[in-house]
């Protein structure tokens, strides 16, 4: 009988040892997932939209025990959509910045004139 016992706190203290050591693994994605995130959101900043409620929402999930890897996974995937939002939008802003730039109106010096008039050139903006 003291044997059974002792079989069942052995298979237990091995699965508690094999629940903690997945527990680390989980909080050492999500602390990756947390510098992924506070690059990110430099970026975002420097931009001048800071994400506030994503940020809360990881912040508050971090918070958090950690034993659900359900949380962080959710977490990630909000993340990462906001990683590709904000990708996007970059993107999107420099193509808009570059289109800016094409549709800036020619401007034009006057040199003075010659025999044959007014002479003109386009003015070096750069």
């Known amino acids: 009988m003291m044997a059974n016992w002792s079989a069942m ?6 699965e508690i040892a094999q629940l903690r050591d997945l527990l ?3 909080n050492g994605r999500a602390n990756a997932a947390i510098d ?3 690059a990110a ?7 001048g ?8 929402a990881w912040l508050s999930a971090r918070r958090r025990d950690g034993e659900n890897s359900l949380h962080a996974t959710e977490a990630l995937e909000l993340k990462d959509q ?3 939002r904000l990708r996007a939008e970059l993107q999107r802003a420099r193509l808009e910045e570059s289109r800016e730039s094409l549709r800036a109106t020619p401007r ?3 040199m003075g004139a010659d025999e044959d008039g007014e002479v003109w ?3 070096d903006d750069s």
């Open 49 to 56: 939209e800071a994400r506030d409620r994503y940020r809360l």
């Open 41 to 47: 959101e430099q970026h975002a900043e420097e931009l």
């Open 9 to 14: 706190v052995e298979a237990r203290d091995a």
């Open 121 to 123: 050139r386009l003015a």
């Open 108 to 110: 034009l010096e006057y």
């Open 82 to 84: 906001e990683i590709a």
């Open 36 to 38: 992924r995130e506070q």
């Open 24 to 26: 680390r693994a989980e």
